[in-house]
């Protein structure tokens, strides 16, 4: 009761708006928003749309058999493909918006997208 | 031989600045010492000294109070210079730019525990803004703002109370009556 004395009247309002502001805080910042993606197209068409924030494994059949994805700790990468020269394997893990892996005899690419995109494309 | 004296004239000012700095400088200490599970959460303890400074002596006084804080904090921390130095700087640079213009709020409406929460508020703010430009370059820093917020809340409330409760409890000295 003393110390609830000490506040003045404005300052139940100061109070009041920080609370405001942190319930406010809490679903915007938490509900995901402009999360960065990896974008996997399959003949050029968007096959699928992976959140990057989730760890999971996709496959993706083309026309020389399974091209296999996997999303792991905000990077993604292809695990494993049926081309012959399994450039897009050993390309690694792809972590910055703008870098793709293609899997060209599979038809298949994958694209980091979202973010600040410093790059329209990277692939080395 | 000859003695070479170097003397320093210091004023009743400069006294008063040292032993509220000590003071603020001590409970940094204490700050650091608290375990908390979150980095960048704490209870900003020496903020309660900048809040009494304030009320008590005005603003200059009490950014005196808070720079010698942060400097001798650091170097007593270790980590003088380092990135938790210039967050802390941040911090503080940015609660005393709050606080200056919360001193000017109506006093019959808002005391202490209002420009401790503003304050609480505006050191948190800044902080965030330097981790996202220079320490951690990635908006999933953003994730943590509620926390930070809330905590910011909290604790400035905390302080903002102890601080009007230390005014309305400690008696004015005579070198507060001539201000």
């Given at each position: 009761m003393r110390w609830l004395a000490l506040f003045r009247p404005g300052d139940w309002l100061v109070a009041a708006l920080g609370l405001a502001f942190c319930a406010t805080a809490f679903p915007l910042a938490w509900r995901g928003g402009a999360a960065e993606k990896a974008v996997i197209k399959r003949g050029g068409e968007v096959f699928a749309e992976l959140d990057l924030s989730l760890n999971r494994q996709i496959d993706v059949p083309g026309p020389l058999g399974i091209t296999r994805v996997a999303v792991e700790k905000r990077r993604?990468?292809?695990?494993?493909?049926?081309?012959?020269?399994?450039?897009?394997?050993?390309?690694?893990?792809?972590?910055?918006?703008?870098?793709?892996?293609?899997?060209?005899?599979?038809?298949?690419?994958?694209?980091?997208?979202?973010?600040?995109?410093?790059?329209?494309?990277?692939?080395? | 031989m000859t003695h070479s004296v170097i003397k320093l004239t210091t004023t009743p000012e400069d006294h008063r600045i040292a032993r509220l700095a000590a003071a603020a400088i001590g409970l940094a200490l204490i700050d650091a010492a608290i375990p908390l599970p979150l980095p960048?959460?704490?209870?900003?303890?020496?903020?309660?000294?900048?809040?009494?400074?304030?009320?008590?002596?005005?603003?200059?006084?009490?950014?005196?109070?808070?720079?010698?804080?942060?400097?001798?904090?650091?170097?007593?921390?270790?980590?003088?210079?380092?990135?938790?130095?210039?967050?802390?700087?941040?911090?503080?640079?940015?609660?005393?730019?709050?606080?200056?213009?919360?001193?000017r709020l109506p006093k019959r409406w808002f005391g202490p525990v209002s420009w401790s929460i503003l304050a609480a508020f505006a050191h948190i703010g800044g902080q965030l803004l330097l981790a996202r430009l220079w320490l951690i370059p990635h908006n999933g820093l953003f994730y943590l703002v509620p926390l930070f917020a809330s905590a910011a809340l909290a604790f400035g409330i905390i302080n903002g109370l102890i601080a009007a409760r230390l005014l309305a409890e400690l008696p004015a000295t005579e070198t507060d009556a001539s201000r």
């Open positions: 993604v990468r292809v695990v494993s493909d049926p081309g012959p020269r399994q450039y897009c394997v050993r390309q690694g893990w792809l972590e910055r918006s703008g870098e793709i892996a293609i899997c060209a005899p599979n038809q298949v690419s994958v694209q980091v997208t979202g973010g600040k995109e410093a790059y329209d494309s990277l692939s080395y | 960048g959460v704490k209870p900003g303890l020496s903020n309660i000294v900048t809040l009494i400074v304030l009320a008590r002596y005005g603003w200059a006084t009490a950014a005196w109070v808070s720079g010698l804080r942060v400097i001798a904090g650091g170097l007593l921390l270790g980590q003088f210079l380092s990135p938790g130095f210039f967050m802390s700087l941040t911090g503080a640079v940015l609660s005393l730019i709050v606080l200056a213009f919360a001193i």
